[in-house]
Nanobody, 127 residues
Framework: QVQLVESGGGLVQAGGSLRLSCAASGRTFSTVGMGWFRQAPGKEREFVAAISRSGGGTYYADTVKGRFIISRDNAKNTAFLQMNSLRPEDTAVYYC????????????????????WGQGTQVTVSS
């Protein structure tokens, strides 16, 4: 079992930045690949970014590529999502997720391939 707790959400103006954190417990952190997803009101949950267990491989949705950076610190059992140049359309509840992927594999964007989910953190970008 893995427990995930997100933090770092809030209200920011367009063009600003936020850094989300996802603290993991219950299992050795380096044994899970990590992903970030988001869900806006009335919309389906969508993939944002993913990172391999090693931290050496990353994958981004086209909508955030070049603006968001996913990272992880296996020693601190934490994953991060640095969000820059935020836009109003980035407004959503952001969720981190963990799954049992092979060490160098980069997790994909399919929610069903992740086994564990956090409770979400709200990000609101004002225009």
């Amino acid at each position: 079992q893995v427990q995930l707790v997100e933090s770092g959400g809030g209200l920011v103006q367009a063009g600003g930045s936020l850094r989300l954190s996802c603290a993991a417990s219950g299992r050795t952190f380096s044994t899970v690949g990590m992903g970030w997803f988001r869900q806006a009101p009335g919309k389906e949950r969508e993939f944002v970014a993913a990172i391999s267990r090693s931290g050496g491989g990353t994958y981004y949705a086209d909508t955030v590529k070049g603006r968001f950076i996913i990272s992880r610190d296996n020693a601190k059992n934490t994953a991060f999502l640095q969000m820059n140049s935020l836009r109003p359309e980035d407004t959503a509840v952001y969720y981190c997720a963990a799954g049992s992927f092979s060490y160098y594999s980069i997790p994909g964007g399919t929610p069903s391939t992740y086994n564990y989910w956090g409770q979400g953190t709200q990000v609101t970008v004002s225009s």
